[in-house]
């Protein structure tokens, strides 16, 4: 008969199996501290790597008192402690009792050196960035289309303005393949040469996920860009070699879409301040053109014209009337123009789309289904209509 055994009995194995390990009860370990945090309880929480593996570390209150520094990314430390596991999640990791500081990381040594070597060669000064458009037209993204990061850009781009168009265009944002990629994105985009700007995203990570924004050639890459690149990475604090080189950086995807993206309200009220503004402005003309004549009819020197101004009163008021009307109808011109424009804005409304017969289906997990290979037999879709949701169940994909 078999064995069978829950999870927590495994991991509490596991974790007895560690415990018993006379090497892994009396340790010390080499490496460079990353993913650093102090915690309000006053326990230290990072990770201990080296040029291949990282290992989770943490150090309780009690034994953080005795640290006589403080430490931080990318500084290498020597520690002293015991290996075990946590329980609840089976993951192993060094609880340290002591620490010693052993000076700067090679990570961190090769990225200061990296960006000394750069910003020696004028990668980073100001007058080299280009101007980010203020109403750009197309915003090419170049990140992982199944990122947070594509997700959260599209949303905000579509509520800001529907009428910038966002091409994705797909990329690597992690791992040793992650800067070829980045760079052949790049490359694209430039070459296609359609887009306004570039934003360069990824929704975060440790500083190993970020490390190919560090890369020289990813750096490069982005000088080179004749179309302005804004850098998206999605760390508030840490800055990557690619933020530098970058013409502009935003601490998040979402705050990179919120930068590019014009506010179509704010066109929308900047359009009727000028109408209101160039109609005063005619207004403010013709009175002051009335004005100046019937002084210029009170000088003495027009007094010997006075007869013949009478005569041709009647022509300057149609001549005025004419230049009224002429004003006014490019103010109405205008002004269907934009309703024009608005009404164009409402054909293509999702709800209006949607109101036509058309309709959006979902997975469960709220992802857009776009092809029958996202779905399997028995999976629950939910389609969106005009008036409301259809919850339904696969029985046959049709392909």
């Not at 010997?304 to 001549?319: C, Q, S, T, V």
Request: aromatic share 10%.
């Amino acid at each position: 008969m078999k064995n069978i055994y829950t999870v927590s009995k495994i991991n509490k194995y596991i974790k007895n199996l560690i415990e018993k390990d006379i090497f892994l009860n009396d340790v010390f370990i080499e490496g460079e501290i990353s993913n650093f945090k102090a915690h309000g309880s006053g326990h230290y929480y990072f990770s201990l790597k080296d040029a291949n593996a990282a290992i989770n570390a943490i150090m309780y209150k009690g034994n953080t008192s005795m640290v006589n520094f403080m430490p931080e990314n990318g500084m290498k430390v020597t520690v002293y402690g015991y290996i075990s596991a946590y329980e609840k999640t089976g993951q192993y990791q060094v609880y340290v009792r002591m620490m010693e500081q052993s000076g700067k990381g090679t990570f961190y040594i090769s990225f200061e050196q990296l960006k000394k070597k750069l910003e020696d060669e004028g990668l980073f000064l100001a007058e080299n960035k280009k101007r980010i458009p203020e109403n750009p037209k197309t915003v090419a993204v170049i990140t992982s289309p199944t990122g947070a990061a594509v997700r959260d850009i599209i949303k905000i781009a579509g509520r800001r303005n529907k009428n910038t168009e966002i091409v994705v265009i797909p990329s690597l944002v992690q791992g040793k393949d992650a800067p070829d990629e980045i760079v052949k994105a790049l490359k694209n985009a430039n070459k296609w040469n359609k887009a306004d700007v570039i934003i360069l995203a990824r929704g975060g990570g440790s500083s190993e996920d970020l490390w190919c924004f560090n890369s020289e050639k990813v750096a490069r890459e982005i000088y080179k860009s004749k179309i302005p690149v804004v850098s998206a990475i999605g760390h508030e604090t840490d800055f990557t070699i690619a933020d530098f080189t970058a013409d502009l950086r935003a601490s998040t995807p979402s705050a990179a879409a919120e930068i590019v993206v014009s506010d179509f309200n704010i066109i929308y009220d900047r359009f009727n301040e000028l109408k209101y503004s160039l109609g005063r402005k005619i207004y403010n003309i013709l009175a002051k053109k009335k004005y100046d004549l019937k002084l210029s009819a009170k000088e003495s020197v027009f007094f010997r014209l006075d007869n013949k101004i009478k005569r041709n009163k009647k022509y300057l008021l149609e001549l005025l009337l004419r230049l009224t009307k002429s004003m006014e109808h490019k103010i109405e011109k205008e002004s269907i123009r934009y309703f024009g424009i608005i009404s164009r804005l409402e054909d293509i409304s999702p709800v209006n789309i949607l109101k036509r017969g058309y309709s959006l289906t979902y997975n469960e997990n709220k992802n857009l289904i776009t092809t029958v290979e996202n779905i399997n037999i028995n999976d629950i879709l939910i389609t969106k209509i005009s008036d409301g949701v259809i919850k339904s169940r696969v029985i046959d994909k049709g392909e």
